[in-house]
């Protein structure tokens, strides 16, 4: 029965090896919406400014230019956070299921141990009855 104790002891270290990676992308991706957010607010407060300050309309060009590429570059991220999440979800659903396979396996292997164990004591049991029955 050691055997089952080490495959579900695997099982468990893989599944919380993917809980751990799962729990990193959804940092990544948290992080990710953050500075997505952030960068929303700084080109608010960019136009805000290019509206007060004539001389900050002649920058608003560029920096709306290299702002777009920022965004894009993130919401890049974004979309790679969430297909990487998708894979380690998919990969700790598969993960559970050999979990549950193996400690079917192990179940099953407990109960025929003890139905042999069973089998064996009756199988004593009866040559016990007989001998005492002969010996009378």
Sequence with gaps: MAWTHS????????????????AGIAERRADCETRLLTLEAEAETETERARTDAEAGWYLIGFRQGW??????????????ALEERGC????????EAKKKV?????????LAAKEEGRRESAAMDELALRKAVGR
């Design 7 to 22: 495959l579900i002891r695997i099982a468990d270290h893989e599944i919380d090896t993917l809980k751990k990676r799962l």
């Design 68 to 81: 777009a590429l920022r965004r894009e570059r993130i919401q890049a991220e974004l979309h790679e956070c």
């Design 89 to 96: 979800r998919d990969a700790l659903s598969e993960a559970f």
């Design 103 to 111: 400690e079917e396996v192990a179940e099953s292997h407990r109960l």
